[in-house]
């Protein structure tokens, strides 16, 4: 107990656990590997789940597609709340609870999602449980996106931190964090390796969708400062039409809840059935959408994840927004910063269709992060 009566953890409360903390579908992704790992060097951990994307039965197909382990602890009680605020407390309550009944040695949180805002913050409040942070030292510097906030916060109360790249690394030494910072390279290669031969297997998303390899555009849209903005909906979705008229391509979209939500409220029924080519189609599972990915042309999204995810498959990027925390991908050349203006939409388009050979280094490792994370983990047990 602390002074004032409430539950702290001492170091001898603590056991040999591992604690791992999923909450959104590219975390699950992303950590696949990991968890791969620990399961098959029998690792003593546990996972939480604490509920913060839509859909407990699409998540739990995640965890089937995967071929993971279902996680120990799941929060059902978080989609009751509409506000950043209160799904984050509902957040800090489920990770509380439950390590005050495992008293992990460690816990790592992975991202940049609200989910892992709460877990850093219940595991910090509980006192000596070490705080490890997967995919630390990225950085778009737009404090206008809510996870910026969230990564800056999170790295600042780690005590280690798994930074993915050389720059991430400078960036968490620029900021003089106190937390120890570790080398590893980025899991999204190792998932982006092992998953996409289970997908070449079970998938079958190009045939029923009548879709030939290399001759389609996949477009994804979820951010809050795109697809929260009218403003810049729009003129995203008119860029859009631009490049459907320009290139005759289908332009797979599949339509994220949240965005879906915005195009009912701001635009009259049957506007994007306008859209020559545009195939707007319900939220797919993680493995149908690694074979969209990788067998399109190009694809043009607001997602950090995404635009990892397409330069280790040497698919071109166009990122729409104003500025990315990968900025790898556009040094490498698989990657362009289009933001929302129409033109530059179309001309991003064209610069990176002008691309004759895929073949752009991979800056983010080379597949092995999810070994070399897991096996500080459980170093940091002992």
């Not at 992704?29 to 029998?42: C, G, H, W």
């Not at 989609?79 to 407390?89: D, F, I, L, P, S």
């Not at 390796?193 to 190009?206: D, E, G, T």
Request: hydrophobic share 40%; with cysteine.
């Amino acid at each position: 107990m602390s002074s004032n009566g409430l539950k702290i953890l001492k170091k001898e409360d603590l056991g040999k656990s591992i604690g791992v903390v999923v909450g959104t579908r590219p975390g699950i992704v992303k950590f696949a590997p990991v968890i791969r790992y620990l399961t098959e060097t029998n690792a003593n951990f546990f996972v939480i789940h604490t509920g913060q994307h839509y859909s407990y039965n699409m998540d739990a197909q995640f965890f089937l597609d995967l071929e993971l382990p279902p996680p120990q602890y799941t929060n059902k009680t978080v989609r009751k709340y509409k506000t950043h605020g209160g799904q984050t407390a509902e957040m800090i309550k489920a990770v509380e609870a439950a390590c005050l009944i495992e008293r992990p040695a460690v816990f790592i949180v992975g991202g940049d999602a609200n989910t892992n805002l709460a877990s850093a913050l219940a595991v910090r409040k509980l006192g000596a449980i070490k705080l490890a942070h997967m995919e630390a030292g990225l950085r778009s510097n737009d404090w206008r996106m809510p996870e910026e906030h969230n990564r800056g916060m999170i790295d600042r109360i780690s005590d280690i931190l798994f930074a993915p790249t050389e720059t991430a690394v400078r960036n968490l030494k620029d900021e003089k964090v106190k937390g120890r910072v570790y080398l590893t390279g980025n899991t999204i290669v190792d998932a982006v390796y092992q998953n996409r031969k289970i997908a070449a297997s079970r998938s079958h998303v190009l045939t029923k969708m009548g879709l030939s390899e290399g001759e389609y555009f996949v477009l994804t849209l979820h951010r809050e400062e795109n697809v929260d903005s009218s403003i810049n909906l729009a003129n995203i979705l008119e860029g859009i039409r631009s490049v459907s008229e320009c290139f005759e391509k289908p332009i797979v979209f599949p339509v994220h809840p949240r965005t879906r939500k915005r195009l009912d409220q701001f635009f009259p029924k049957g506007h994007l059935k306008a859209f020559n080519g545009l195939k707007m189609i319900k939220p797919v599972g993680y493995l149908d959408f690694l074979q969209l990915l990788s067998h399109s042309a190009l694809v043009m999204t607001d997602s950090g994840g995404i635009q990892e995810e397409s330069c280790i498959l040497q698919v071109p990027c166009v990122t729409l927004r104003e500025n990315t925390e990968r900025p790898e991908t556009v040094q490498v050349g698989s990657n362009v910063i289009a933001g929302t203006r129409p033109v530059d939409i179309v001309g991003s388009v064209q610069k990176m269709m002008r691309i004759s050979e895929r073949d752009w280094p991979n800056p983010y490792g080379d597949g092995a992060a999810s070994r070399r994370i897991a096996d500080i983990l459980v170093r940091e047990c002992d």
